[in-house]
């Protein structure tokens, strides 16, 4: 059994999102950095890019977010 505190807080049937998940939502931004959600987006994976770095405290995608987005295509 996993005791990590990360996943003692996350349903055993939710899996943590992978690159690709986190790219394609940074892939939904504006020209000036905002990332935004599509309609019916996923708030709870856009607040793990944010708590990983990838997404500002504002609501910017970040260099570390620029960077991981050019591994991918979108």
Do not use: W
């Not at 049937?13 to 935004?36: Q, S």
């Amino acid at each position: 059994m996993n005791t990590t505190p990360s996943a003692l807080a996350r349903p055993q049937d939710e899996a943590e999102p992978g690159d690709r998940d986190i790219a394609r939502l940074l892939a939904n931004h504006y020209g000036d950095g905002t990332v935004y959600l599509p309609s019916g987006g996923a708030m709870g994976l856009y607040h793990t890019c944010m708590a990983l770095g990838f997404v500002s405290t504002d609501g910017f995608i970040t260099s570390k977010g620029r960077r991981l987005l050019t591994r991918y295509t979108y």
